[in-house]
């Protein structure tokens, strides 16, 4: 078994910041890659940013240039950092890892509870 647990969130003014942390654990063997999506009322979830265990990051063209994302591959952890919000970032967003496990080799993906960005004055 593998657990995310997030952190951060909230409520923000829109041109304000807010940081999302997520820490993996678990039977973990290694992490492939980390990343964060996100899901607003009435749409589909969408990738936001991943990183990989190699240090390479992708970004959603929206939050491109505003948000920023970092991994630790020592404590298993990933972090997105959120700048320049606006409302039409608000959205529950969810850690998601792709991990391979301790026994037996096979990955898997692993998502966390989400946690609610709402951006607004």
């Known amino acids: 078994q593998v657990h995310l647990v997030e952190f951060g969130g909230g409520l923000v003014q829109p041109g304000g910041s807010l940081r999302l942390s997520c820490a993996a654990s678990?039977?973990?063997?290694?992490?492939?890659?980390m990343g964060w999506y996100r899901q607003a009322p009435g749409k589909g979830r969408e990738l936001v940013a991943v990183t990989t265990s190699g240090g390479s990051a992708n970004y959603a063209d929206s939050v491109k240039g505003r948000f920023t994302i970092s991994g630790d591959n020592a404590k298993n952890t990933v972090t997105l950092q959120m700048n320049s919000l606006q409302p039409a970032d608000t959205a529950v967003y969810y850690c998601n890892a792709i991990v391979r496990l301790g026994i037996g080799g096979v990955i898997t993906t692993v998502w966390g509870q989400g946690t609610q960005v709402t951006v607004s004055s």
């Open positions: 678990g039977n973990i063997f290694s992490i492939n890659a």
